[in-house]
């Protein structure tokens, strides 16, 4: 499976847990090292930006979301 491919099921917006394990060691942000949990804000054909969702922006998710 191509890169392309990877990320077809990512949508803008939606919260995603990071597999570390899968991250490139030498390439990788220290910030992304030390979290868990991102939102995904763009995403192009070779690229994804992601934030850092604050707690209060999770539980908000999570409660709209039903998932509580």
Do not use: N
Request: hydrophobic share 40%.
């Amino acid at each position: 499976m191509g890169f392309a491919e990877a990320i077809d099921h990512i949508k803008v917006g939606c919260y995603y847990e990071i597999d570390h394990s899968k991250l490139p060691p030498r390439t990788t942000p220290e910030q992304l090292k030390a979290v868990r949990v991102v939102m995904v804000s763009e995403k192009g054909a070779l690229k994804v930006a992601v934030r850092f969702p604050s707690i209060h922006s999770l539980r908000t998710h999570i409660t709209e979301g039903g998932y509580a």
